[in-house]
């Protein structure tokens, strides 16, 4: 009954692969995130959707490519990995149409390029 | 620009003592102030928020914040902390009209036995 889960929990790929990390979200919520966190446990926004529809998108690399096929479900794929990419990866959703919502995170996707 | 901010990157306490983790906020409008906590390895996990209404917030685990209007403040409190109070804690704040959180870089609490 996990509320936010995104997948896989930890991934290990070389330079120059493209690869994916799956979020998906029970509970009704209309607006999803995707949240990098860094090796200094900063965390920035990257992408926001509400309702399949792109709201924020930070300065982001264009490798990286949210896509939204449901409002329950927010992917994030990223093409030609780099050795900068490396971080842990945080799906997240919330009420929009509540701004006094909490955000409610998967536990987190550590990526790990090599 | 918008932000909040953590002055303190380490909150050291001892069990039983109370804890403050302070977050001060630079948001339009009226602000919508949150807290969260980060065990290792997991995601965030939201402790409390002010939206309106009584300055004195309280939350999960006992957590407890006070909104300070004047002072753009939203320090996190616990009157007697715990060894498992130990985490990455994050204050985060939103405009009552935007659509992005605005998150302060954390502040590691260590409750020592």
């Known amino acids: 009954d996990t509320a936010v889960s995104q997948t896989p929990k930890y991934l290990v790929t070389q330079m120059g692969n493209d690869k994916s990390i799956k979020c998906e979200q029970n509970l009704g919520h209309d607006t999803m995130y995707w949240y990098k966190q860094d090796s200094k446990k900063f965390l920035k926004i990257m992408f926001s959707?509400?309702?399949?529809?792109?709201?924020i998108n930070e300065t982001v690399p264009n490798r990286f490519s949210p896509k939204s096929p449901d409002k329950a479900h927010l992917n994030l794929h990223i093409n030609s990995l780099e050795l900068g990419d490396s971080a842990v990866y945080f799906c997240?959703?919330?009420?929009?149409?509540?701004?006094?919502?909490?955000?409610?995170f998967g536990n987190g996707t550590r990526l790990t390029v090599t | 620009a918008q932000s909040v901010a953590q002055p303190e990157d380490q909150v050291n306490v001892a069990e039983g003592n109370p804890l403050t983790v302070k977050c001060t906020y630079s948001v339009s409008g009226n602000p919508y102030l949150f807290w969260y906590v980060q065990y290792p390895n997991r995601g965030l996990q939201f402790l409390l928020k002010?939206?309106?209404?009584?300055?004195l917030v309280k939350g999960s685990y006992g957590f407890e914040a006070e909104f300070n209007k004047s002072q753009t403040s939203f320090h996190l409190k616990k009157p007697s902390a715990l060894v498992s109070d130990s985490a990455l804690y994050f204050c985060?704040?939103?405009?009552?009209?935007?659509?992005?959180?605005?998150f302060g870089t954390g502040t590691s609490l260590t409750v020592i036995p």
């Open positions: 997240a959703s919330s009420q929009e149409s509540r701004a006094n919502s909490p955000l409610h």
């Open positions: 985060a704040g939103i405009s009552n009209t935007g659509n992005q959180f605005y």
């Open positions: 002010y939206i309106t209404g009584d300055n």
């Open positions: 959707y509400n309702n399949k529809e792109l709201i």
